[in-house]
């Protein structure tokens, strides 16, 4: 009876602390089950106009050399925002089509071109180089305005 008594508050201590443990066991394999999904938690239209939109204005408003840091910093933050959207346009999303789209050559074309745009731009913002700013500002226009007439003609683009 008493090896019991003392057994039992140690068995519900193990039991707490397995417990415990049990988001440091489910949460990896959970993370592991939307990578290997393949599909991003957002849809490419949250993406297009919650960091796409935003981040390429800052890019295209950018027609002066900035003068302070805080303004290359927003730059920097702008391109590196945009590469990283790029890199889940490039997979999918969670919206109804989106999975088909990125399946798409040409969608992919398209996108490989935003991509390096925004690459081309955080090299120039980096090096604080306005003038390559410009040619990349100027290169990231194309594959918004084609890539919306061949995948959703009715989209006016925000810039
Ligand atoms: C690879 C293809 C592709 C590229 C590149 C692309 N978009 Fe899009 N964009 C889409 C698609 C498809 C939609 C519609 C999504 C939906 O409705 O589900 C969209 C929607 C949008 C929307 C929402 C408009 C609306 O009314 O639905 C904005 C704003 C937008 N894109 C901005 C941009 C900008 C700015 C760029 C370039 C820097 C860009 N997009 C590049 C495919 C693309």
């Known amino acids: ?53 935003p981040a390429t204005n800052t890019i295209w408003n950018a027609y002066d050399p900035p003068t302070t840091d805080e303004q290359w910093q927003a730059l920097e933050e702008a391109a590196v925002t945009l ?10 999303g969670s919206g109804p089509m989106d999975t088909d789209w990125a399946k798409q050559p040409s969608w992919r074309a398209f ?27 100027d290169v990231l226009y194309p594959p918004c305005e084609g890539c919306h007439m061949q995948f959703n003609p009715g989209v006016v683009n925000a810039q």
């Open 1 to 53: 009876m008493s090896t019991e008594a003392t057994f039992r508050p140690r068995t519900v201590r193990r039991i707490a602390w397995l417990i415990s443990c049990l988001p440091l066991v489910l949460l990896p394999a959970a993370a592991q089950e939307t990578a290997a999904s393949g599909k991003p938690p957002v849809t490419i239209k949250e993406l297009m106009e919650k960091t796409i939109t």
């Open 111 to 137: 996108n490989d071109v935003m991509m390096s745009a925004a690459k081309d731009a955080l090299t120039a913002v980096r090096a604080r180089d306005h003038d390559a700013l410009l040619v990349a500002s």
């Open 83 to 92: 590469i990283a959207a790029s890199y889940v346009t490039s997979v999918g």
